[in-house]
């Protein structure tokens, strides 16, 4: 009897000792597409970072890497090099983690924003950046005194178009007479592109700026210019104390935690996550008390209904610019819709570049 | 008042040996400059140049993957030696890579869906012209329009970024793609044959060794060779030996340009397989750097394309198992050229003390 015991005891204890190793030995590894100092999407995502971290979790990551043939290199050396699980987070990672996690099965890897899972041990997840949108259309329908929102845009890719439209059909909701003005700069991030795009807008007449691009260079621009100014990816107040109304802030941490730990209890599986205010993945940054009590009590319940889904961002009637039906009034639009979206509502300005 | 008096002499005895030493000597004072670096990082400095410089390469897939990076460093290198040494400043390497991969890449889509031996040369070879062709803009610029080289060579690099962009944002982006910017991925009749099963070594590497030995037959066996070496060294004597100044900066921008394009559409149908917007970080001004490491020598440059190539690695492996700030691999680049410079000054001019003496003011 004693001698099972011993036995039992040695091999739990053998058994502990095992998986304590393995756990002890499990790592992240992070691939940024900037630098972790951009205060916006880079450095929102090493916010998670932090978080997988703080969890007790050990992380690794590696910053500004190029989206050409350098990124195959580096997801795969963090593979290689005992990382269990890899965040690649930017979208022009999509063909390089796919190819790479062909070669190591056991790996788990999870792809921002991409639509690619080619094998069992790839996942992808984005935030639904566009109900924050939706917010920032309510506040700028109701702010602007010349009707013209300005919009810097980055790529002519559906989440970008999904910001765009959010934005217009929230503030014609609450002002009929607004129009959307765009420029594209074809960057994510350029401080420089950013803020003439920005002047640009202002000299049309744009008493409100908002961006769909990293940078804070557009706050910055709107804060001399006097004119109102949303940050985007991270809380950008300090940069533009008096013109910001709020910030969309990317919160990616409570999911990078949630995957890290079920990749290492062994509970992960493939999935693609389309996480929003909801969940917590897009949170609103502080609103400025400028706006005057009343407004900001008429966005945090729109916030809250968006949350609870008693409000949908693209609620029908919704029309293209040319006047034919997208939604019919008292529907909403489904998630396949939305991932393809590539025509602009009724009340954008200007042309999709093609 | 007195005052230090240095003088600073031309040496006219300059060995050879010297001369190709000093890069090794500049790669070592790197080195120590990079410990000593390490160190104030609070990093063991043993341990940290071990991870820059050893480990990237410690296995087969870490060599394979420094030959794919030094490959379009050493071709584009080897192009710009022949500008350099004639004394043609062509700055804009990058755009005639980038024009290159636009025309073999847009060749590629054309024959998207094709199978045949055939497509793949096409491919390599438009990319070759479109480089040749974005390089005569400057050199024909210089001959008959006296415009200076380094001006329109470097701001046609942006012209070249802008149409690619224009391109996989507009009329080349994928249909299937979502809009997002980039190109189908070619077929695989376009891409370059990968040598080993699991490495991404490819055939491009056969491109640049041959590359690097035509360059080296141009440049020391041939009439050209000597033009361009004569003219490097004094225009006022190739003018004198009536040399067809004019012909010769366009025969050396082309073949300048043509190694870029290869460079550009090496990459495209090689490692990356479409294109985008990133299809080069910046190859074709670090190649630069390359060529002068390698003194503008067809060997030399091999070797610089490696340590450069390296450095790279080194870089992102660093940051991996260390967590170096990326940037470490720029400080190392810079490093080398520097020391490099700095040596060359000393070997070319001695510097005398004359020891303090007054001055009347």
Known sequence: MYKYFLRYVISVLFLLGISGQANADFKVGFVYVGPTGDHGWTYQHDEGRKAVEAAGIKTTYVESVPEGADAERVIRQLAQSGHDLIFTTSFGYMDPTNKVAKDFPNVKFEHATGYKREHSNVSTYSARFYEGRTLLGHMAGKMTKTNVIGYIASFPIPEVIRGINAMTLAAQKVNPDIKTKIVWVFTWYDPGKESEAAQALIDQGADIIMQHTDSTAPVQVAEKAGVWSFGQASDMQRFAPKSILTSIIDDWAPYYVERSIAARDGTWKQQDTWHGLKEGMVAMAPYNSAMGSDLIKEVEQLQKDLASGKAHSFTGPIYDQKGNMLVAAGSVADDGMLAGMNVYVKGVEGDIPQ | ?361
Not at chain 2, 101 to 117: E, T
Not at chain 2, 167 to 185: A, C
Request: glycine content about 10%; proline content about 4%.
């Open chain 2, 1 to 361: 008042m007195e005052a230090l008096l240095i003088k600073v002499e031309k040496r006219n005895d300059v060995s050879p040996s010297i001369y190709f030493l000093t890069p090794i000597l500049a790669i070592f004072l790197t080195l120590i400059g990079g410990a000593i670096i390490f160190y104030v990082l609070g990093f063991n400095p043993i341990e940290a140049l071990k991870f820059f410089f050893v480990t990237p390469i410690s296995d087969l897939y870490g060599l394979s993957e420094l030959l794919v990076k030094a490959t379009p460093l050493c071709l584009i290198a080897i192009g710009l030696s022949f500008c350099f040494k004639s004394n043609n400043w062509n700055i804009g390497a990058e755009g005639q890579l980038i024009f290159g991969g636009i025309v073999g890449g847009g060749v590629a889509l054309l024959f998207y869906g094709h199978d045949g031996f055939y497509v793949l040369p096409i491919i390599i070879l438009s990319g070759a012209i479109g480089g040749m062709i974005f390089a005569l803009i400057p050199a024909i610029l210089k001959t008959y329009f006296n415009t200076n080289e380094i001006l329109v060579s470097l701001m046609l690099v942006y012209v070249a970024k802008l149409l690619l962009d224009y391109l996989v944002v507009g009329p080349w982006s994928n249909p299937e793609g979502f809009n997002f910017p980039e190109t189908r991925q070619f077929s695989e009749s376009a891409r370059m044959p990968i040598l080993f099963d699991g490495l991404r070594i490819h055939a491009g590497i056969f491109i640049t060794l041959a590359t690097v030995f035509l360059s080296w037959l141009i440049l020391y066996k041939t009439y050209l060779g000597f033009q361009i070496k004569v003219s490097g060294l004094s225009l006022k004597t190739a003018k004198y030996a009536g040399y067809k100044g004019k012909t010769m900066i366009i025969i050396v921008f082309i073949i300048s340009g043509a190694c870029a394009g290869l460079a550009g559409v090496g990459e495209i149908t090689g490692p990356i397989g479409q294109l985008h917007r990133n299809i080069s970080p910046d190859y074709g001004f670090t190649a630069i750097i390359v060529a002068f490491l390698g003194r503008l020598n067809p060997v030399g440059i091999i070797f610089a394309s490696l340590v450069v190539a390296l450095t790279y690695l080194g870089a992102e492996t660093a940051q991996i198992f260390l967590q170096v700030p990326k940037y470490t691999g720029q400080v190392f680049q810079g490093m080398i050229l520097f020391f490099l410079l700095g040596s060359d000054y000393l070997l070319f001019f001695k510097i005398k003390f004359l020891g303090l003496r007054k001055n009347e003011l």
